[in-house]
């Protein structure tokens, strides 16, 4: 049976908060012709990315002799990382970021993530990072969504918070309505489908709730995805890569000016690379590299007006394992691209991987709290007022804010 809550997956529209849906969705999508809003955009990189072969150390020893297979070479080598500043490098499957880092609209945040892991579990970190309260398990809501919370809009606009992907993020679940759009579109027989089963229903409010939702998936298809053409020659790379896909659906709304504010962008988890990480990790790499650099040539100057964070649950071993992968670790790296983005330069306290300053003798300790990172944001760009009320039970505190903005 289809979930009222999730239909409409693969390409129509998913809102949550049925008691607060009817009426709103027949207003107009669009805020005001022309209207440029503050857009965050958050790419979370399922599976716990390895930050220390993206974001490589390769003046650290200690990492070669950790990773004698399949650490990435130093700058001077073969295949090696991108030089950035002496003593870090970019993987060098990420060439197409050197620009945008080089133009100063790229920073890289090293040493940060969440100080509970959830006891290294996936799901634990992933639940904790996106309700932002690290090691509480009775927060039901996501930290966007109590950011919406904190700022209605009236007319209700159903884009403002949209995620991309199967289903709504937990960032994104509370009161505040949110909706998710899936990679593809559905068909007409899928369109007959659903109206046929939502036409019989005999809750008023669902059936009329239905076809609101049928309305804004025409006037979504209205803007046809298919026959978009990213500006500047712009190439986000491969159609059927995750990150590519959301971004360019979010790079035409975001254009269109229907009023997106929040956009979450979910990727598989695939970036579990428990075996065979120089084998897996450089295809997952250059699809986030293409597709950010796509995304960022594409807006032009509305970078200006947009953030796009990347995070992940947590990082990897410093050593690799004898399944030349890595396992479950701490800390990790975040990227941030945009045009009030003071880039061109790596943030965060570097712990060192000599063995005494590993945590548990095994990953690289953490030294930035990520809440310092969605906070700054949150209050510099999207201009909250009440950024405690954004994050339970952590002091929100400007002069731990890294400056990335």
């Known amino acids: 049976m289809i979930s009222r809550r999730v239909f409409l997956r693969d390409g129509a529209a998913t809102v949550v908060g049925l008691s607060t849906v009817p009426g709103f969705l027949t207003r107009t999508l669009a805020a005001q012709p022309g209207q440029r809003r503050k857009v965050l955009v958050v790419i979370f990189l399922r599976g716990a990315a390895d930050g220390l072969n993206i974001v490589v150390p390769f003046k650290e020893t200690a990492y070669y002799d950790y990773r004698p297979t399949i650490a990435i070479p130093p700058p001077d080598k073969p295949d090696g990382a991108l030089d950035l500043d002496g003593s870090f490098g970019l993987n060098p499957a990420l060439r197409p970021l050197l620009p945008i880092y080089k133009q100063g609209q790229l920073a890289i945040l090293n040493a940060v993530g969440t100080p509970d892991t959830g006891g290294r579990s996936h799901f634990q970190a992933q639940d904790f990072m996106e309700s932002a309260a690290p090691g509480n398990k009775t927060v039901s809501t996501g930290w966007l969504n109590r950011y919406l919370q904190l700022t209605p809009q009236t007319p209700h606009n159903p884009l403002r918070a949209t995620a991309i992907g199967e289903s709504l993020p937990k960032a ?9 759009i899936g990679r593809t579109s559905i068909g007409p027989s ?7 089963m939502y036409s019989k229903d005999s809750n008023t409010l669902l059936s009329g709730t239905a076809r609101e939702l049928f309305e804004v998936s025409k006037q979504l298809e209205a803007l046809k995805p298919e ?3 990213p500006a500047a020659g712009a190439n986000y790379g491969a159609a059927n890569d995750p990150v590519a896909g959301g971004l360019r659906q979010v790079a035409q709304m975001i254009k269109a000016d229907v009023g997106m504010q929040v956009a979450f962008l979910d990727t598989s988890n695939g970036w579990d690379t428990h075996q065979d990480e120089a084998g897996r990790l450089p295809a997952l790499v250059r699809g986030l590299g293409q597709a950010l650099a ?3 040539a594409d807006m032009g100057d509305r ?3 947009v953030v796009v964070l990347t995070m992940s649950e947590f ?6 394992n004898g399944n030349r992968g890595t396992d479950h670790g701490h800390a990790n790296f975040m990227f941030a691209v945009g045009g009030a983005v003071k880039g061109g330069k790596i943030y965060g306290t570097w712990p060192g991987l000599a063995k005494e300053q590993l945590n548990e003798d095994r990953d690289l300790a953490l030294t930035t709290d990520f809440r310092d990172v969605l906070a700054e944001i949150v209050v510099t760009h999207l201009q909250c007022k009440d950024p405690a009320a954004v994050f339970p039970g952590f002091t929100v505190d400007a002069k731990r804010f890294t400056g990335i903005l």
């Open 172 to 180: 994104l679940r509370g009161p505040a309505s949110a909706m998710t």
């Open 190 to 196: 899928g369109m007959d489908l659903y109206q046929s």
């Open 227 to 229: 026959d978009y053409r």
């Open 294 to 296: 796509g995304f960022h």
């Open 303 to 305: 970078m200006q007006d």
């Open 315 to 320: 990082g990897r071993t410093a050593r690799e």
